[in-house]
């Protein structure tokens, strides 16, 4: 091995998504929603859909489908200490890799990676497969999420309900 | 050991003494030998609800479910008539089908490729030789259920001899058409579902889909994200007009927005909540003032949960099913519901409530999991100490048609279901 950081070897915006993505990565884990919030645009959208193909969010039944305003009331939900499921949530260890570049146009990139995600509660531990998709606008105000869709390998089955977010 | 101990060892305690007016026992939750029972006495014996019609609307169409344990498919065939077949192969057993859904025009085993037509029957095997003489192809249809119906609702029963539909579902059949009104006059059809699974047995679902007194505790976190409409027709507890009625056969029916109970009665003195002003705005371009009240009014769903005993409630605008895996485990789905060729805003709008709500990352089911899981590992505490269903003895009266009426807050949905329960099983 070399000295090289091998993220440097990469091209940059690739490099600069992995990065946003990882600290992404590490707020959910952390549960630090309000940090999470600040990664956001204004006009991006979080999605957990339950059809594995679809792209037609709006029309489909999801696990979730946020825009800013239902985004604020989940994490408004997962912080103020009312619901039971979040003051005992889950704890979760995550890590994000097999990165792929889609787009690179202009100060937008979207890539799609891997996410492995493990959840515990009461001496339970609970699996969770995922791929991502990433859209993150790198403007002057520094990168913000244009839209994160996850899409769970086993969506169309039954899940558990654990308090965290994907 | 006094002999008199060794009697009250070697003997498990009656139904009565399990299950009495305004208690129950504890191992109603946790013993392995009642679930193996109840999947017996209960969901193999009695009508239980499959699906909807509107998910096997054309010829071919089929679902996949289970009945307890027993693997069924749903599906309609080329006559129009819904069949509900085990899903089980008569040569050595394997499953046919294993996708949730589907259209299909038979059901061929992947193991030695028996074929069978879409209602049941064995239509062809490979080598036919070494079956000369010894099998009758007619002899070995899949299994086929009892079936029947109900506003759109499909029953099924393993039992041949299983009272008449109509009769079980008794009381319960007026409110059913009650429900369906949400259509706004369009036959109402799935949307897609949310499933998840929790650590509970299935009778504490039961019991929590004509549970009002939860309702401002565990979802204090969902009634603080909705708008001050929404949260004011949800406020029930101390409304006089909110009241359960016991249905008779373990039905019963929690009313929790009264004014809702028939959508298609409009005084025109409800303001239409300012959360849904687009949708009202849309539909208004090209419909009647009238229709367009019905379809936003309708847009939460009926006023009320309506409990079929043992597996299905329609609740408010969605089916809310249960599965029960194991004595600890139990599968939810909610069911999705909208307007089949009805405005694709106002279903969208539907989708979007449902997402609110429900489903493991809602903002509701997530904390009635979290209760019912607390509930299971609770009552590991000890057999000695009761379940209580006792609220509302207190002010419960008969009606005029004979149901036993109460508040929406009290538990005399519980006390039906497990009188029913009881019922069922006590016979042999
Ligand atoms: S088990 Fe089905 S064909 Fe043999
Ligand atoms: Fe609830």
């Known amino acids: 091995m070399t000295e090289h950081n091998t993220l440097a070897a990469l091209n940059a915006p690739l490099a600069k998504a992995i990065e946003f993505i990882w600290h992404e990565a590490a707020l959910l884990d952390n549960k630090d929603y309000a940090a999470w919030a600040q990664l956001w645009s204004e006009d991006g959208v979080y999605v957990i859909p339950i059809d594995p193909d679809t792209r037609d969010f709006a029309s489909s039944l999801n696990y979730v489908y946020d825009d800013a305003r239902m985004r604020a009331l989940r994490i408004e939900r997962l912080s103020a200490g009312h619901s039971p499921s979040a003051v005992d949530a889950a704890r979760t260890l995550r890590t994000v890799s097999r990165f792929n570049l889609l787009e690179s146009s202009g100060d937008v990139v979207e890539v799609t990676s891997a996410q492995l995600l493990f959840a515990y509660k009461r001496g339970v531990h609970t699996p969770m497969a995922a791929e991502l998709t990433h859209r993150i606008r790198f403007g002057q105000g520094g990168p913000r999420l244009e839209q994160k869709v996850v899409r769970l390998i086993n969506s169309t089955d039954s899940l558990s309900a654990l308090g965290f977010l994907l | ?428």
């Not at chain 2, 129009?80 to 899903?87: H, P, Q, R, T």
């Not at chain 2, 805003?345 to 089911?365: D, K, T, W």
Request: aromatic letters at 10%.
């Open chain 2, 1 to 428: 050991m006094s002999s008199h101990e060794l009697g009250l060892i070697a003997k498990s305690p009656s139904l009565d003494q399990l299950v009495q007016d305004d208690r129950v026992d504890v191992s109603l939750y946790h013993d392995p030998q009642l679930y193996e029972q109840e999947l017996e006495k209960i969901f193999y014996r009695t009508w239980v609800w499959v699906g909807h019609e509107s998910e096997v609307r054309n010829p071919g169409d089929f679902r996949t479910t289970t009945i307890g344990r027993r693997p069924v498919i749903v599906v309609r065939d080329k006559k129009g008539a819904i069949n509900v077949l085990e899903n089980r192969c008569r040569h050595r057993g394997a499953t046919v089908c294993e996708k949730h859904k589907g259209n299909a025009t038979g059901f061929t085993c992947p193991y030695h490729s028996w074929s069978y037509a879409l209602d049941g029957k064995l239509r062809a095997l490979p080598y036919p030789d070494g079956y000369e003489d010894i099998l009758d192809k007619s002899e070995l249809p899949l299994n086929s259920l009892r079936v029947d119906s109900y506003a759109g609702m499909i029953f099924a029963s393993f039992n041949d001899e299983v009272e008449p539909l109509t009769d079980f579902l008794g009381g319960a059949k007026h409110w059913m058409d009650l429900f369906m009104k949400q259509g706004a006059g369009y036959p109402i059809k799935t949307q897609g579902e949310h499933k998840f699974t929790f650590n509970g047995n299935w009778k504490i679902q039961l019991e929590n889909t004509t549970d009002g007194y939860h309702f401002p505790i565990v979802h204090k976190s969902f009634m603080s994200s909705v708008d001050e409409e929404t949260s004011e027709m949800l406020s029930f507890m101390t409304d006089p007009q909110a009241v359960t009625h016991a249905l008779g056969n373990g039905h019963s029916v929690m009313v929790m927005v009264p004014e809702h109970v028939d959508l298609e009665f409009d005084d025109g003195s409800e303001q239409l909540q300012e959360r849904f002003a687009h949708v009202t705005e849309e539909l208004s371009k090209t419909m009647e003032p009238a229709q367009v009240r019905r379809i936003v009014r309708s847009l939460h769903g009926a006023g009320f949960n309506l409990n079929l005993f043992p597996n299905v409630a329609m609740s408010m605008s969605f089916f809310r099913v249960l599965n029960p895996l194991s004595v600890k485990q139990t599968e939810i789905r909610h069911v999705a519901l909208g307007m089949d060729g009805g405005p694709e805003i106002a279903n969208r709008e539907r989708l979007r409530i449902h997402e609110h709500f429900q489903g493991p990352f809602g903002f509701g089911s997530p904390d009635d999991a979290e209760a019912w899981e607390r509930v299971q590992r609770g009552a590991e505490a000890g057999p000695q100490v009761p379940i209580l269903v006792n609220r509302g003895l207190n002010r419960e009266v008969l009606a005029d048609n004979g149901d036993k009426v109460s508040h929406a807050t009290d538990e005399t949905g519980m006390r039906e279901a497990y009188a029913m329960w009881k019922r069922m099983m006590s016979n042999d």
